[in-house]
């Protein structure tokens, strides 16, 4: 018996997003886009990071609209704690038929973007500074903490956006890294219970430590409702989320969180800076 897919679920099909194992999963016309510092061979060996949220109940949005523009510019910047963030780094605009897109264009080359689609889709991309690497006999690396600590800017803006929209129902979120199998794990600057840093892969010049995964692609997800989405329970899913690719390395946790549980915000607050 065939299960008919939900509308929000046709529509991530259409997106790229459904099947991990898919040839096509994650590209799209934004991601394709996305240039990081590696030597990849082609566009389609090129790694990127994806977030995604959409409504399971498709809504409607003017996201073109001036006023939903300056809003998005005024709240680019994120309060987590006691940190504040610089999130958003995508200054330039651009319009599509269903969809806002920003990103950080420079001469062709774009490292972020987030796009914003009428139904009330969201996707926001990465390459650097989330991909780095790949020089010499460097392997290529994909930062864990920065990708949690920009999931966490990403639920916290999130909870916003849909707020003002006076959208209140389930989202369903993912995390997708295209090209998983080329990529080692880094970003492992949580504390041991002795007060030292986890072993990364830089940590010697022979670069024993590596640490890699046979997913080609990897893909977390998770239903969630705006309602129940307080402060802690965004700390628990973007946990959630991080030691799921953690474990897709074959890492018991995310060594980017101290032995305490806490993660190591001193470490990565700064992420987006470059």
Not at 36 to 53: A, G, H, I, Q
Request: charged share 30%.
């Amino acid at each position: 018996m065939t299960i008919e897919k939900k509308d929000f679920e046709k529509f991530l099909e259409f997106r790229n997003l459904f099947n991990s194992e898919s040839e096509n999963f994650g590209l799209n016309h934004n991601s394709q886009k996305l240039n990081d510092e590696t030597s990849s061979e082609s566009e389609d060996k090129s790694p990127f990071v994806l977030f995604s949220s959409c409504p399971t109940d498709l809504i409607e949005i003017n996201v073109k609209d001036s006023n939903n523009i300056q809003w998005i510019k005024d709240n680019s910047n994120i309060k987590i704690k006691e940190y504040d963030i610089k999130y958003l780094k995508t200054p330039k605009e651009h319009f599509d038929i269903d969809s806002l897109i920003l990103n950080d264009d420079f001469n062709g080359r774009v490292r972020q973007y987030i796009e914003f689609y009428e139904n009330g889709f969201v996707e926001q991309g990465f390459a650097f500074p989330m991909i780095y690497g790949g020089r010499r006999d460097e392997p290529i690396g994909i930062s864990l903490g920065r990708i949690t600590m920009a999931f966490w800017c990403f639920l916290y803006f999130l909870k916003k956006y849909y707020s003002k929209t006076d959208f209140s129902g389930k989202i369903d979120l993912r995390i997708i890294i295209r090209n998983s199998d080329i990529l080692s794990l880094t970003g492992f600057k949580g504390n041991t219970e002795g007060n030292r840093t986890w072993i990364g892969i830089y940590d010697d010049n022979h670069n024993n430590n590596i640490t890699e995964t046979y997913h080609k692609n990897i893909l977390t997800k998770k239903e969630v409702d705006l309602n129940s989405l307080s402060d802690s329970k965004i700390e628990e899913i973007v946990k959630l989320f991080s030691n799921k690719i953690a474990n897709a390395y074959d890492l018991d946790f995310a060594r980017c969180y101290n032995f305490d549980g806490t993660f190591s915000f001193e470490n990565y607050v700064d992420f987006n800076n470059y």
